[in-house]
């Protein structure tokens, strides 16, 4: 094998495994939302936490895959949403598992019925912080979704159908939180939008790597002009 193909099989393994991850961290952020799948404390806490940080990485590939073609600066306000969503994503996750695992070891340790209510107490008023730090996520994701799914149109026909709904999905994210707040959406009788941009996402990573390898295809079909 030649060295360019060293190279190309390097970059090919190397794509499907950051696809991959992508894709579990997706798929475990979509499990958190729904709670489907009953996994092991610590695996449930690895991935959690792995969501933001990933995340950040995706949202900048998609920024290097569309910039091409969208010079202008809705792309670039926003990924730089996206960024700071996906970092108050992990400062909410952690700040929230913080307050539940001490609280749930207490609860669980104890028969002593005046601890339990003041722990109730205590538990009411600092879980508000890590909700307040949710509605920041929620803002910034939002925002950054809708500026993503408006370039998103402008491009393919798949592009269009996942931009729109994208944009639609995030504009009754944020509507929903803003006429909720302070509490979620889903604690005060409506529904949760999050697991549907979710899917956003799962749909967006499939697509475009399907896409990306037609196109690598038809790139290695054509003959070199200069043979």
Not at 100 to 108: A, D, K, S
Not at 128 to 136: F, K
């Amino acid at each position: 094998m030649t060295r360019r193909t060293w190279i190309g099989l390097a970059s090919t393994a190397l794509g499907l495994a950051s696809t991959a991850l992508v894709l579990v961290v997706v798929l475990a952020y979509l499990n958190i939302a729904t709670n489907v799948v009953s996994l092991p404390e610590r695996l449930a806490l690895m991935l959690a936490f792995a969501i933001g940080p990933v995340a950040i990485v995706g949202v900048l590939e998609i920024y290097r895959e569309l910039a091409p073609g969208s010079p202008g600066p809705m792309l670039r306000v926003g990924t730089v949403f996206l960024v700071i969503a996906f970092a108050l994503l992990n400062l909410m996750l952690v700040v929230q598992q913080s307050i539940f695992i001490p609280y749930l070891e207490t609860m669980r340790g104890t028969t002593d019925e005046a601890l339990k209510d003041s722990m109730r107490l205590v538990f009411q008023g600092v879980n508000q912080v890590q909700l307040g730090i949710d509605v920041s996520f929620d803002i910034f994701y939002s925002l950054g979704l809708v500026l993503v799914s408006l370039v998103l149109i402008r491009t393919t026909r798949f592009g269009m159908v996942l931009g729109i709904y994208g944009a639609v999905v995030a504009t009754g994210l944020l509507i929903l939180n803003m006429a909720t707040f302070p509490t979620p959406p889903a604690e005060a009788g409506l529904f949760d939008l999050g697991p549907y941009t979710g899917l956003w996402w799962l749909v967006l990573i499939l697509g475009g790597r399907i896409t990306g390898r037609r196109r690598g295809k038809r790139h290695q079909a054509q003959p070199d002009p200069a043979a």
